[in-house]
């Protein structure tokens, strides 16, 4: 037992940097013989070990990975004008009610303010479709025999591709409308800028995406987001993947210099469209793809989850 | 002499981190993702401490997003894109505190993604007496003795007086103390 020193108060202000030049010497020089100061400085010692040893086992690699593709998600979400991040104040609980359910995933991504601007209040936030732009300009080019129409409705512009080729060059102003190519066995989201799109026979035989990148949803597939310098093609899939079988993931294929994505990195895509679908209020839709994702991926990381969203529940949620 | 705050020296103008925050500035997602390979195991680390694991891929998603909103008014004043990352994260896990920690509850209700078990109730003493300060003094001394910043950098990084990172960590240290104290009698 020592007994307390009177210049032990120095130990946290010599680790804290309060004390410099001659007074750190002098203490220092006294601490190397007193017990009491050594004792008090290897306490906070220890208690920085003790924090040094927390939680550091808790961050594993499964986790950064999908952060990161959560990461991504959204500042690519938000850069491409596809959905705008808005913070709202709440108005009133029937609007916080409204967007609650369908935000609540992405919620924590609005509380920001950029530093140095005024600090943003503290904010509800929602996905907001943007306010259709004439801004938005599609350059189309429809192979031979194509048979197609092109209509703008509100703040989509769309294209029913019947049969055929066709080559889109979407060019957007932030905030610009969707372009959307509906196939006869499903819908292709453009979330990028070029992209080409073959239906024969009644099926969406081919995706390829020469920049940006788009996201199918096909019939009885999990959605897929096709990157730039990706193909997707039926091909494959049929190839690889009998119908409900385990891995019904491999709708991708990839040029020699594309990515190949992992089995977990389609996961991931296919469970963030569910997310977007449902923010977006498009529960049917996003049941669908819930219950695709449950089919191809029963090992999947967010399974549970799907499985509700499947099943409806995503309909039921409420305020508290 | 001591210089505390802002005379933070700026950052060595030929990093690799201030050519990929440059690059974020533009827009660029694959910089970003570079970014992120770089320092998100650290933050995530870091959060898991500060907020308990269930809530810290929310601070650093936060982190990332704001980032990339800020990267364009990154000048340097930070020491480096670490210590301004860490900044971004701390102020990240003050606020939630300050503004939105009671509908952050309410939103984890619905939140599909919070699939990880709530925090284990056998969290070590340790855990329990960090979790019981508040965030201001939790951050702080964390990334003083945890991270190693100095209280220069921290004061920077918060915007606060390096007389309150004193302070704060002061008595963080004597509330940790006090709960052992407490505990272990
Ligand atoms: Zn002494």
Known sequence: MTTTCHRSWEVEAARDGRLTGEARASFDAHAAGCPSCRGAANGLESLANGLRGLGSAEVDDVSLRRLRGRVLEAVDAEQTGRVEVRAHRARSSARIAALVGAAAVVAVVAFFSLPGSKAAAPALVAYERPAASAETRVEVEAGAGARYTRTVSGDVERFDLVDGTLRLRVVRAAGGRRVLVKVPDGEIEDVGTTFEVVVRDGHTERVGVDEGRVVARLAALAPVTVEAGSVWTRSVVAIAVPPSAADASAPVSTRANGKARTEADREDAAYLEVLRLLREGREGEAQSGADAYVRSFPAGFRREEMERVARGRAGERQLP | ?185
């Open chain 2, 1 to 185: 002499m001591r210089q505390p705050l802002k005379l933070v020296p700026p950052a060595n103008p030929g990093s690799e981190d201030d050519r990929v925050l440059a690059r974020v500035a533009g827009g660029d997602l694959g910089a970003l993702g570079a970014l992120y390979d770089r320092h998100a195991r650290a933050l995530l680390a870091f959060a898991s401490r500060a907020v308990g694991s269930n809530e810290a891929e929310d601070v650093v998603q936060s982190t990332f997003i704001r980032a990339a909103k800020a990267a364009s008014s990154y000048d340097g004043r930070a020491a480096s894109a670490r210590s301004w990352l860490f900044g971004i994260a701390a102020r990240l896990v003050q606020e939630r505190r300050r503004s939105f920690a009671r509908l952050a509850r309410a939103l984890s209700r619905f939140d599909l993604s919070a699939s990880s078990p709530p925090e284990a109730e056998d969290q070590s003493d340790m855990k329990k007496a960090l979790l019981r300060l508040s965030e201001a003094k939790r951050v702080v001394l964390l990334l003083a003795e945890v991270e190693g910043f100095t209280c220069e950098e921290i004061a920077t990084m918060l915007g606060v007086p390096i007389g309150t990172v004193w302070t704060r960590l002061h008595h963080a240290r004597r509330d940790m103390r006090a709960f052992y104290e407490e505990t272990s009698r």
